[in-house]
């Protein structure tokens, strides 16, 4: 077992990850992040992609004469590398070249390739991009030692045959040799795939050896757990070649992996989950090219302990043995018979099925496995029974635990073999596999119905996204139009005031937001919240765009009246929160809609609502918000009922005679996350499932803005996406919205003056004509508004400062190290996206006027 105290992480990164100087850029910065984090990092990699094929393909290509010109690629390859990293390629490779051309020009002379010069050969190509690798790490500022895994990793065997040199293996187990000698040592890099022997020759750990590599090393330092970085997010349920649908998994134990990676998952080696296992060392592959997404993780549990299927593979190129006879029957030792016939000739069994006088197995493709040895098998085995070899049949398995348990499931995906054979059907005996053989045409359209019908919809903490949505064309952010302000620079400049503070508002862009909303595909009525700015003149503007008017208060009631005295009642919604009886019986004689946000009126005046429509507030646990003071659900808020006390209204309906025909909620402001309304909206459906008077879902207000100019931009495109998914799911509802900020915030900026310069400490401190009693968002809720020197807009920055108003508080900051050119006084500051909850929450605090208001 690993000790948790291991400061060792092993990270290895294949071929195409090593294979480009900028990629190593992301391997060091994968590995400082670990460093910082206080762990060690021992990083194994494979040689260049393609590289491996080259070297393996140049003995044939030598003894055709042709060895110069391959050579001259190999080197090419790594001089193209160096050459896009900016290292010395020719010093840093130099030993290796010449190693290079005299293996080449060896095996020219003697005309044969052995495999230990093969081994050799073929160990340059990890040797060669180690030295890149460690110049680059090198350049990026990490200190690597380069370790020779040759020294390190110990054949398991000698021998002089091809598998001693080509396909070795590594004693596994902890080594406190190593540990001992890496002790000083923060980051180390070492080669894949390469060990000696006993001669201090090299030898090969076999395709994949660089994922047994990595293994390997974590069970050697007692690893904390070791990461394969490769160029796909992790093991997915099927091979995403043949099905887009297949899913990420999140999580799976030792045994699935090797079960899914020996059925035909390329990700991982079959081979590397063993040392690794054995140790209780978690394995999690990633991907190189999407660090953000988390892969798999694989441990000694599986990631969800219910029966499910987690994967379905093909494998292509089986064969099967099928043998029959009468003389089987019965017979005692006719298997073990038949099996030595088996071993004799050198041929590995897969599965086996057997009856009373067929037993079929089959056989992994194996290029090794030639015509001739075939032959000889078929001709041993017709000693006992009728022999016939099928070619070209696939293997389709199902993994997953307590897979039995849905076998009557495969019944649909199965009807097509009714005129066709299947071949062989065999269950593990671990109950993690079921495999069907069947012919190789048919494997892989019947393995992609198996997953799509089986595990495409999985649900589960398992089941991650699919391929689809992982490769999908990221849709192009939302850009960021140059704000309004700028082009209307002189404009401001002019009206800017000599003292104290003036908001400015753009008619324009509130107009363009209200239709934004207003022409919103998924929402059937959009209301403005007031509150977020009142100022007449934008009233006027979204009212012509259709949206309506959401009013919290009877003085937000009357300020609309005010200024639009036709508008009919039908576009005010009133929601008040714990308002007077009085407020409710204004209301209701106005004939607006109504909102209550708690039981009381119910309970205590029931004899305002019989009869009358209302909506009702519902406070489900779901808190959001850009800061704690506007999260309005959850259990701190004072808004809405909570969902537990759904039975109560109820009954309070039932007592009064009202008639409830929507559910509201507002769960906070500045919310980005672009699903949240539709998740809202679905909750709000579960609660009208008991109400069947509720025809409308308002799911509240709340859109955020970008706070700094850098931050993302909510896309309301995709809003509304969300929302026609609600739809669809809830068709019968109208589907309401109330967003405030989303109209007005980005269309005001707030105008002062520059007063006072003063360095303090080690802080300057800019000082304006206005402050928090302006705006007092900065001290509410440490809200950041941009801010420029409008007089100095696009000269260069000269430092930082503090931009503070007048007011007789420590709070009343603006604006904490801000990037402001040489600023004087008597310069303009503008303070931007303050249309929304700017003046109108302002104070005459110190008896200073707030900054005034100007529609432009
Ligand atoms: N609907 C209801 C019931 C609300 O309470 C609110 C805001 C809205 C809609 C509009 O939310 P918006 O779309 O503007 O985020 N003073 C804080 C914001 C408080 C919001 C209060 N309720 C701020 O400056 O961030």
């Known amino acids: 077992m690993t000790t948790l105290t291991s400061p060792w992480i092993v990270m290895k990164f294949g071929g195409t990850s090593v294979a480009q100087p900028k990629t190593w850029g992301l391997i060091a910065e994968l590995a400082r992040k670990r460093i910082e984090d206080k762990r060690k990092v021992l990083i194994v990699h494979s040689a260049l992609s393609g590289v491996s094929n080259l070297l393996e393909a140049l003995p044939e290509q030598a003894l055709k004469g042709h060895g110069e010109a391959s050579v001259k690629a190999i080197k090419l390859r790594h001089l193209d590398f160096a050459r896009d990293a900016k290292l010395e390629g020719q010093a840093l490779l130099a030993e290796h070249f010449s190693r290079l051309d005299q293996l080449a020009a060896g095996i020219a002379l003697i005309g044969e390739a052995s495999a230990r010069v093969r081994?050799?050969?073929?160990?340059?190509?990890?040797?060669?991009?180690?030295?890149?690798?460690?110049?680059?790490?090198?350049?990026?500022?990490?200190?690597?030692?380069?370790?020779?895994?040759?020294?390190?990793?110990?054949?398991?065997?000698?021998?002089?045959?091809?598998?001693?040199?080509?396909d070795n293996a590594v004693e596994d187990g902890p080594d406190s040799y190593l540990q001992t000698r890496l002790d000083d040592y923060q980051l180390v890099l070492a080669q894949g795939f390469i060990a000696s022997n006993a001669h201090d020759e090299t030898v090969l750990l076999g395709r994949g050896g660089s994922d047994t590599s990595a293994s390997y090393y974590a069970a050697k330092l007692e690893?904390?757990?070791?990461?394969?970085?490769?160029?796909?997010?992790?093991?997915?349920?099927?091979?995403?070649?043949?099905?887009?649908?297949?899913?990420?998994?999140?999580?799976?134990?030792?045994?699935?992996?090797?079960?899914?990676?020996?059925?035909?998952?390329?990700?991982?080696?079959?081979?590397?989950?063993?040392?690794?296992?054995?140790?209780?060392?978690?394995?999690?592959?990633?991907?190189?090219?999407?660090?953000?997404?988390?892969?798999?993780?694989?441990?000694?549990?599986?990631?969800d302990d219910a029966p499910a299927l987690k994967a379905v593979s093909v494998k292509t190129g089986v064969r099967l043995v099928v043998m029959e006879g009468s003389s089987m029957w019965r017979q005692a030792g006719f298997l073990a018979e038949i099996f030595a016939c088996f071993k004799h000739c050198g041929v590995s069994v897969d599965l086996v099925s057997t009856s009373e006088t067929n037993v079929t197995v089959s056989l992994d493709p194996d290029p090794g496995l030639d015509e001739a040895r075939l032959q000889r098998l078929k001709t041993a085995l017709e000693a006992y029974c009728r022999v016939q070899i099928v070619?070209?049949?696939?293997?389709?398995?199902?993994?997953?635990?307590?897979?039995?348990?849905?076998?009557?499931?495969?019944?649909?995906?199965?009807?097509?073999?009714?005129?066709?054979?299947?071949?062989?059907?065999?269950?593990?005996?671990?109950?993690?596999?079921?495999?069907?053989?069947?012919?190789?045409?048919?494997?892989?359209?019947?393995?992609?119905?198996?997953?799509?019908?089986?595990?495409?919809?999985?649900?589960?903490?398992?089941?991650?996204?699919?391929?689809?949505?992982?490769?999908?064309?990221?849709?192009?952010?939302?850009q960021r139009p140059d704000p309004w302000w700028r082009a209307k620079r002189e404009q401001l400049l002019q009206n800017?005031?000599?003292?104290?503070?003036?908001?400015?508002?753009?008619?324009?862009?509130?107009?363009?937001?209200?239709?934004?909303?207003?022409?919103?595909?998924?929402?059937?009525?959009?209301?403005?919240?007031?509150?977020?700015?009142?100022?007449?003149?934008?009233?006027?503007?979204?009212?012509?765009?259709?949206?309506?008017?959401?009013?919290?208060s009877l003085g937000e009631v009357n300020r609309v009246r005010e200024v639009l005295p036709d508008l009919p009642m039908d576009r005010i919604l009133f929601t008040p929160n714990f308002a007077a009886r009085s407020e409710y019986e204004a209301a209701l004689a106005l004939g607006t809609h109504l909102t209550l946000d708690s039981l009381h009126p119910l309970h205590h005046w029931p004899e305002l609502f019989n009869d009358k429509n209302v909506i009702v507030r519902?406070?489900?646990?779901?808190?959001?918000?850009?800061?704690?003071?506007?999260?309005?659900?959850?259990?701190k808020a004072k808004?809405?009922?909570?969902?537990?006390?759904?039975?109560?209204?109820?009954?309070?309906?039932?007592s009064s005679g009202v008639n409830v025909i929507g559910f509201h909620c507002h769960a906070g402001s500045g919310v980005t996350e672009p699903d949240h309304w539709k998740e809202l909206g679905a909750i709000l459906a579960k609660a009208a499932e008991h109400f069947p008077d509720i025809r409308i879902l308002n799911v509240g207000g709340g859109l955020g803005i970008p706070e700094s100019a850098d931050a993302p931009i909510l896309d309301l495109e995709l809003v509304?996406?969300?929302?026609?998914?609600?739809?669809?799911?809830?068709?019968?509802?109208?589907?309401?919205?109330?967003?405030?900020?989303?109209?007005?915030?980005?269309?005001?900026v707030l105008l002062t003056p520059v007063t006072q310069i003063k360095m303090s400490f080690s802080t300057r401190f800019i000082g304006t004509g206005t402050g928090m009693n302006s705006l007092i968002r900065p001290a509410l809720y440490g809200a950041r508004h941009e801010i420029y020197n409008l007089s100095k807009l696009d000269e260069a920055p000269s430092g930082l400062a503090s931009i503070v108003g007048p007011i007789c508080e420590s709070a009343d900051l603006l604006g904490a190290d801000r990037l402001l050119p040489e600023t004087e006084e008597g310069d303009i500051l503008i303070i931007t996206e303050t249309g929304a909850y700017g003046r109108v929450m302002s104070s005459h605090y110190n008896l200073r006027e707030p900054a005034g208001e100007l529609v432009i």
Request: aromatic share 6%; glycine share 8%.
């Open 618 to 635: 519902l406070n489900p646990d779901r808190p959001r918000g850009h800061h704690q003071h506007v999260k309005t659900a959850g259990p």
């Open 496 to 552: 800017a005031p000599r003292e104290g503070g003036l908001y400015v508002y753009d008619r324009e862009t509130v107009h363009a937001r209200a239709r934004a909303i207003a022409g919103l595909k998924s929402v059937d009525r959009a209301w403005f919240a007031m509150k977020a700015n009142p100022h007449p003149e934008l009233l006027k503007t979204v009212e012509t765009t259709g949206v309506g008017f959401e009013c919290v």
């Open 119 to 166: 081994a050799e050969l073929m160990a340059l190509g990890e040797l060669m991009a180690s030295a890149l690798g460690l110049a680059c790490l090198k350049a990026h500022g990490l200190k690597p030692y380069g370790l020779d895994s040759r020294s390190v990793m110990k054949a398991a065997f000698e021998g002089e045959d091809a598998r001693a040199y080509l």
């Open 639 to 654: 808004f809405g009922i909570p969902l537990d006390q759904l039975d109560d209204l109820k009954a309070a309906v039932a």
């Open 720 to 748: 509304d996406q969300n929302l026609a998914d609600l739809r669809k799911a809830v068709p019968d509802y109208q589907i309401w919205m109330e967003p405030g900020r989303y109209l007005v915030a980005e269309a005001g």
């Open 391 to 478: 070619e070209n049949t696939a293997a389709v398995s199902l993994v997953g635990y307590g897979v039995r348990r849905i076998l009557h499931k495969l019944a649909p995906a199965l009807e097509v073999f009714q005129d066709k054979p299947i071949r062989l059907v065999s269950q593990a005996a671990n109950d993690l596999n079921f495999t069907v053989v069947v012919d190789e045409d048919e494997g892989r359209a019947l393995a992609v119905r198996l997953h799509d019908g089986l595990i495409g919809d999985a649900d589960g903490p398992v089941f991650g996204p699919s391929w689809a949505e992982i490769t999908a064309p990221v849709k192009a952010k939302p």
């Open 223 to 303: 690893a904390q757990s070791v990461e394969i970085w490769t160029d796909v997010p992790g093991l997915f349920s099927a091979d995403p070649r043949l099905t887009s649908g297949a899913r990420l998994l999140s999580a799976l134990s030792y045994e699935e992996a090797q079960e899914i990676a020996t059925m035909g998952g390329k990700v991982l080696h079959p081979r590397s989950i063993g040392p690794a296992r054995r140790a209780g060392i978690p394995m999690v592959v990633r991907d190189t090219f999407r660090p953000e997404l988390p892969g798999t993780t694989i441990t000694e549990k599986p990631g």
